[in-house]
């Protein structure tokens, strides 16, 4: 019995054993298939609802779409000369979270990319996908960094801008910033037409960033190509010399404009102090403003060519129309002098511009009056833009008849309290030069192939009146005139002198404080070029225009008419 009853305890005790044992696994197995379903949920959900997420950062760290820079289109002179063109250079851009060793990789590569150690340390830094260190090295520096075949460090293909001459024509050019964009100048100004159209290329790369294939590639449309009136040479030389003026006169800004009269077409447009459009650092906002056009002043003496071209054509007066001249003149509380004393005298018209005669010539605006002397101003261009085909063109300043006072006339006509620019003198000048007929100025000679159309021009003047104001302003560059230094040797010159005083703009009164200039052109008999040019603030000495900028007139007139074999 007692056995029996040992038997059915034990095997109770096996069938429960049996039970537990039954359940762990109906619970183990519950628990595994619980683990799997969320196991089998959380790849559905990163399957479906992340998918997209996760293949675009996988995208994003093994392909990159890069932009690439168009080739800029090259500045040139008309005779061919490179003034500002695009070099190919080797971009250097970063990958910062697959540079592991930041410290070490600037080392490497500082020098190459021009940059300190701590400042490329500094622009590894973080986890971000794409820095730049350098918009363009050279070849050398490129194949170095090459060779070093460092993770996450990408050379690219690129543009720099490079300008050959230098300081040559620095404000008429302009420069661009390190992705090339024009700032100022004609780079600036034509921008939209020397950018061209940047390409794209679509690369696979591999874990380190290195490039395994292109996927697409769209190549970069170069820009156009813009051709100037400018010659590379007498810009060259007409920078040189206002150089010296600049530097003998001690001066503090010395401008030019050399011109053809016949279409307007600009040879040179130069003004000094400048800067070097290669080294950016040396740039100044003084330095960079293009004076012949954005800058006024008071022409002085050479605005008489007004008066005495209006008479003329008016027929008031003639060349030898005599003129009594007392040795001041006074109207209303104002008395007028010469610039240098002389006695009472009778002079003709010729006589009063060849000696530039401030009384004379106020006596001549008295017979036109000044209704007609204003139709005159604005007849030779001055009050207005010229329209040249450049950025920044002031209209200058003249007064409407309205606004004139009783003593007006005793300044306007000698070319005080009105501002002109140098390419309005020119402008008004190169109508005399070309038989009355007046051409505005421009500097475009093509953009890529297509030639612009450029205004022909008004006729201001009879060409028998624009002549005998020619034989005139021949008088006035002889031994006998006040432009005598502007003389060239075998060639006839007409011109005039200007010398007008500066005024304070805190106090609005005239100042011992200078402008000298001179405009005139060669040859004479059948002119070629119209050469003015302008000394701002002449104080070594002389100030007057025959002494300080007519000698400046004579180097430029005659290296460019040899330079163009224009004969006598």
Do not use: C
Not at 447 to 467: C, D, F, L, M, W
């Amino acid at each position: 019995m007692r056995r029996a009853r040992d038997k059915g305890r034990a095997r109770a005790r096996r069938d429960a054993a049996d039970r537990v044992g039954s359940r762990r696994v109906r619970y183990l197995t519950i628990g595994t298939l619980a683990v799997l379903g969320l196991f089998g949920a959380r790849a559905g959900w990163i399957a479906t609802v992340q998918a997209g997420e996760l293949s675009a950062k996988a995208t994003a760290q093994h392909e990159r779409t890069i932009d690439l820079q168009a080739p800029r289109g090259a500045i040139v002179s008309s005779d061919g000369r490179e003034l500002a063109v695009d070099k190919h250079v080797v971009a250097v851009t970063a990958t910062p979270y697959l540079v592991t060793d930041k410290r070490g990789t600037a080392e490497r590569i500082a020098s190459a990319v021009e940059l300190s150690v701590d400042e490329t340390e500094r622009r590894l830094q973080g986890d971000g996908g794409y820095v730049m260190l350098n918009t363009g090295v050279d070849q050398q520096r490129a194949a170095y960094l090459k060779k070093l075949g460092l993770s996450g460090i990408t050379l690219t293909d690129a543009q720099k801008r490079l300008y050959p001459l230098g300081m040559v024509g620095s404000q008429m050019i302009g420069m661009t910033d390190d992705w090339g964009v024009g700032l100022t100048g004609l780079e600036k100004s034509m921008d939209g037409l020397l950018k061209g159209t940047a390409g794209q290329r679509h690369e696979a790369r591999d874990p380190k960033g290195k490039t395994l294939r292109i996927l697409d590639d769209r190549e970069p449309i170069a820009g156009k190509t813009v051709t100037l009136t400018i010659n590379s040479a007498i810009q060259q030389k007409t920078e040189s010399v206002l150089q010296a003026v600049l530097d003998a006169n001690n001066a503090k800004a010395a401008s030019a404009i050399v011109m053809r009269p016949e279409d307007g077409a600009i040879l040179a447009m130069a003004t000094v102090p400048g800067y070097d459009l290669n080294k950016p650092e040396t740039l100044t906002a003084d330095a960079e403003r293009m004076r012949p056009i954005t800058d006024t002043y008071e022409p002085g003496s050479t605005f008489k060519l007004v008066a005495v071209a209006g008479a003329i054509e008016d027929g008031v007066v003639t060349r030898d129309t005599m003129f009594d001249l007392p040795e001041t003149l006074t109207l209303y509380d104002r008395t007028l002098k010469e610039s240098h004393y002389r006695p009472s005298v009778s002079w003709s018209t010729q006589e009063i511009l060849q000696n530039s005669s401030n009384i004379g010539t106020v006596k001549i605006a008295q017979k036109l009056g000044t209704t007609q002397l204003q139709h005159w101003i604005q007849q030779f261009g001055f009050g207005a833009k010229t329209g040249i085909d450049y950025p920044g063109e002031v209209s200058g300043i003249v007064l409407p008849t309205d606004e004139w006072s009783g003593t007006s006339i005793l300044n306007i006509p000698i070319g005080q309290g009105v501002a002109v620019t140098i390419a309005q003198i020119a402008e008004a000048y190169g109508a005399i030069a070309n038989g009355g007929r007046m051409v505005p100025p421009h500097l475009i000679k093509r953009v890529g192939n297509t030639v612009p159309t450029h205004p022909r021009g008004q006729q201001v003047i009879s060409a028998k009146s624009a002549e005998q104001v020619n034989i005139m302003l021949q008088k006035v560059v002889s031994d006998d005139g006040t432009g005598n230094e502007a003389k060239i040797p075998g060639y006839t010159v007409g011109g005039k002198t200007g010398t007008a005083n500066k005024i304070d703009p805190k106090t609005g009164k005239y100042i011992q404080s200078y402008v000298a200039s001179f405009v005139g052109y060669a040859p004479a008999t059948r002119p070629g070029i119209v050469v003015a040019v302008m000394v701002d603030e002449p104080t070594n000495g002389s100030y007057y225009g025959g002494q300080v900028a007519a000698p400046a007139f004579e180097k430029i007139a005659q290296f460019a008419l040899q330079h163009l074999h224009i004969a006598p």
